[in-house]
C-alpha cells in the first residue's frame, strides 16, 4: 500500500499547523526531509517519540523548524508507520512541507484516508469511523459526548450483541433444518420467539432514540415568532450571545428570515427571526409575513413572542390561534418585563410553556433554556443514550427490524422452520452491513468520501 501524505489541520494561518504521513515509507519520507537537531537518526526513533529539528528542501534549504512525531505499527492511527511533522502554522510554510513529503515519496491522501486505513487496519469499525465524522461536526455538548461514546465502541457493542443472538439461533437453525436425522435437540419454539422478540425491541428503541438524537445533533429548527417590535431580533440576539439583528424601534424593520445557530444548554437550535406576522400592505413586508407563515409550519419548535407591556390585541391572538393549529411544540415568551409585571391568562390554554422574560436585559434566559432542553430531551434519553450516527446506519437497522418481524410473522403463522432461517439470517447480514464488517466496497469508500483530506 502506498505512503499518504496530507496537510491535518486546517489550512489557515494558525499557531501550528501537522502533516501526516502514514505507510510503510512514512518513517523513510519524514527522515529525507526532517533533520533532527540532536544526533539522533529519525529511522531509529521508537513508536510515541518526538524529536526537534528543521523540514529542509531536497537542496538542504531550511523551510522551517518542527517537531516530528513517530508512531509505530501497529500503535498508531492508522495502524501503519505515521509521522507527523508540527510547524509553524502559516499557509505558506504548511504546502511547502507538505510538498517536499511528496518530494520524498509520498503520495496525497484522499479524503478520509487515514480513517479508512485505520477501519481496513482493524483499528476501528465502521460505526466508530462514522464518529470520528461526526466528532469533527459536533456542535453541541450532547453531538460530542455520543460521538465520543460512538468512538468507544457504544453502538457496536449494542448492534453486535443483537446479531450475536440472530446469528446463535441461525446455528441452531442451521443445525435442525441441514441435519434433520442427526441427534440434535428440537428447536424451542417459544424460545426462538422470545429471543426474536427481545432483539426487535433493542432495534425498536435504537430507532426511536435516533429521531431525538438527530433532532439534538443537527440542532433543532426553530422559530421566533410574534408581530413587529415585541422583541424578537433582541430575543435571538440574546440567544446567539452578540448582535446579529438589526434591533430598531421602528415596526417591521426585519423582513427577510435570518437564521443562526445558537447553542442553548446541550442543545443546538437553529433558529429563524422571520418578519413579523401580521396582515400587512407593505408588499415585501407581504412577502415576508408569508415565508414566517411557511416557516412555521415546518420547523420543530415555535418560541411566539408578546410584549407584556402593551395589552394583547387582535394580532397577538391570530398568531396564537394560527400556532395553535399547527400542533407544534410551542413555548410563548412574555417579553419586557423589566417594563411590566407578566399576566399568563390570556395565554394559559396555548401552551403549558410560558416564560416571562427581558429580553434586553437577559433576565429570564435560563428558564427559557431548561424548559426547553426538557421539551426535546425525551425522559428516557440522555448523553449518555446509543444513537445512530446517521441515515446509513438506521436503514440498515431498519432492514434488519423488517427481516426480523417477517421471522416472527412466520414463526407465528407456523411455516417451516428453513423460511424462518432464511429470515433470520437476512436480518443478521444487515447488521453486519452496519458495524462494517460485511459491508461492500462501495459502502465503505461512501462511508469515508464525507470525510475531510487529512482526516
Ligand atoms: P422585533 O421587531 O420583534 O424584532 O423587535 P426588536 O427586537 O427589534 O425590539 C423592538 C424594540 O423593543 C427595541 O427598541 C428593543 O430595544 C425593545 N426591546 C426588546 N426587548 C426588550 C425588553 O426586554 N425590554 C425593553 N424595555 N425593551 C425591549
Keep these: 500500500m502506498s505512503t499518504i501524505c496530507a496537510i491535518s489541520t486546517p489550512l489557515a494561518v494558525g499557531g501550528i499547523s501537522v502533516i501526516r504521513i502514514s505507510g510503510e515509507r512514512a518513517v523513510d519520507v519524514a527522515a529525507r526531509v526532517f533533520f533532527p537537531f540532536s544526533s539522533r537518526s529519525v529511522y531509529d526513533m521508537p513508536g510515541y517519540t518526538c524529536a526537534y529539528g528543521e523540514v529542509r528542501d531536497k537542496d538542504g534549504g531550511v523551510i522551517d ?4 512525531t513517530v508512531f509505530r505499527t501497529p500503535k498508531s492511527y492508522t495502524g501503519e508507520d505515521v509521522a507527523e511533522i508540527s510547524c509553524h502554522g502559516g499557509i505558506f510554510v504548511t ?16 479524503p478520509g484516508e487515514f480513517t479508512k486505513r485505520a477501519f481496513l487496519n482493524g483499528k476501528l469499525s465502521l460505526t466508530q469511523a462514522e464518529a470520528v465524522s461526526d466528532t469533527l461536526s459536533a456542535e453541541g455538548d450532547h453531538a460530542l459526548r455520543s460521538a465520543a461514546l460512538m468512538r468507544k465502541g457504544r453502538l457496536f457493542k449494542s448492534i453486535s450483541e443483537v446479531r450475536d443472538t440472530l446469528v446463535k439461533r441461525l446455528g441452531e437453525l442451521a443445525a435442525w433444518v441441514d441435519y434433520p436425522d442427526e441427534d440434535i435437540p428440537e428447536v424451542d419454539e417459544s ?12 432495534l425498536e428503541k435504537l430507532l426511536r432514540d435516533f429521531d431525538s438524537g438527530m433532532l439534538i ?12 417590535n415585541v422583541g424578537k431580533s433582541t430575543l435571538m440576539n440574546l440567544l446567539l450571545g452578540f448582535d446579529r439583528s438589526i434591533v430598531t424601534d421602528i415596526a417591521g424593520t426585519t423582513r427577510d428570515v435570518i437564521e443562526e445557530t445558537a447553542r ?23 412577502m415576508g409575513v408569508r415565508l414566517a407563515r411557511e416557516r412555521l409550519k415546518e420547523c420543530a419548535l415555535i418560541i411566539a413572542v408578546f410584549d407584556i407591556s402593551e395589552p394583547a390585541d387582535d394580532e397577538d391572538r391570530e398568531l396564537l390561534e394560527f400556532i395553535n393549529g399547527l400542533h407544534k411544540k410551542v413555548v410563548i415568551v412574555l417579553n419586557k418585563t423589566d417594563k411590566a ?10 401552551s403549558d410553556h410560558i416564560i416571562a422574560i427581558s429580553a434586553a436585559s437577559g433576565e429570564g434566559r435560563e428558564q427559557l433554556t431548561e424548559v426547553i432542553e ?19 446506519q438506521k436503514l440498515c437497522a431498519e432492514s434488519a427490524l423488517g427481516c426480523i418481524d417477517d421471522a ?27 458495524t462494517g464488517e460485511k459491508a461492500s466496497e462501495a459502502v465503505v469508500n461512501e462511508v469515508f468520501a464525507k470525510f475531510c483530506v487529512g482526516k
Excluded at 426462538?192 to 433493542?202: F, N, Q, T, V, Y
Excluded at 445533533?217 to 413587529?228: Q, S
Excluded at 399576566?343 to 390554554?349: L, N
Design 408 to 434: 416472527l410473522a412466520a414463526l407465528k403463522s407456523g411455516l417451516t422452520l428453513d423460511a424462518v432461517t432464511v429470515m433470520v439470517d437476512r436480518a443478521a447480514e444487515h447488521l453486519f452491513e452496519l
Design 65 to 68: 523548524d518542527a517537531v516530528l
Design 217 to 228: 445533533k443537527n440542532g433543532i429548527d426553530t422559530v421566533i415568532a410574534g408581530k413587529p
Design 374 to 392: 426538557k421539551m426535546f430531551t425525551p425522559q428516557d434519553y440522555n448523553a449518555d443514550t446509543t444513537i445512530f450516527a446517521n441515515d446509513r
Design 95 to 110: 504546502r511547502k512541507v507538505l510538498r517536499v513529503c511528496l518530494d520524498a515519496g509520498a503520495v496525497p491522501a484522499l
Design 264 to 286: 442553548l444548554g446541550a442543545l443546538t437550535l437553529k433558529i429563524s427571526d422571520t418578519a413579523g406576522i401580521h396582515s400587512t400592505d407593505d408588499r415585501v413586508e407581504k
Design 191 to 202: 424460545e426462538l420467539l422470545a429471543s426474536l422478540d427481545e432483539c426487535k425491541a433493542r
Design 341 to 350: 409585571a407578566a399576566d399568563r391568562t390570556a395565554f394559559e390554554k396555548y
